[in-house]
């Protein structure tokens, strides 16, 4: 079972089911004393919407932060920003972060 994690907006996500790279694009409030939900936008585009603080747990593998800040809008504009390379360099890192994970190397936050 994966680490009890808050996932954040920026964070980068393996996604087994799909065997895909996917980026943290919103976090949502669940009520007093829950941990945010969050939504996911994976590498080829496709939105997974949202997974609770439990599920994400169960289903998705952090990897660590892209340094992307993005403030949601809407899918439409989510569909816009991708296609525009909004995502592109997060996209990037995340690949970074995962190759460093299954290599077993250390990254240091900053990199």
Request: proline share 5%; charged share 15%; aromatic share 10%.
């Amino acid at each position: 079972m994966n680490k009890l994690q808050d996932l954040t907006i920026g964070d980068a996500i393996f996604y087994p089911r799909e065997q895909a790279l996917g980026i943290i694009y919103e976090t949502y409030s669940r009520g007093n004393n829950q941990r945010p939900g969050v939504q996911v936008l994976l590498s080829n585009g496709k939105d997974l919407s949202g997974f609770s603080a439990e599920e994400a747990d169960q289903f998705l593998q952090p990897l660590g932060h892209t340094g992307l800040s993005y403030q949601f809008q809407n899918v439409t504009q989510l569909a816009r920003d991708f296609e525009g390379g909004v995502f592109g360099q997060a996209f990037h890192h995340a690949q970074v972060l995962r190759l460093a994970q299954s290599l077993n190397l250390p990254l240091s936050p900053t990199e």
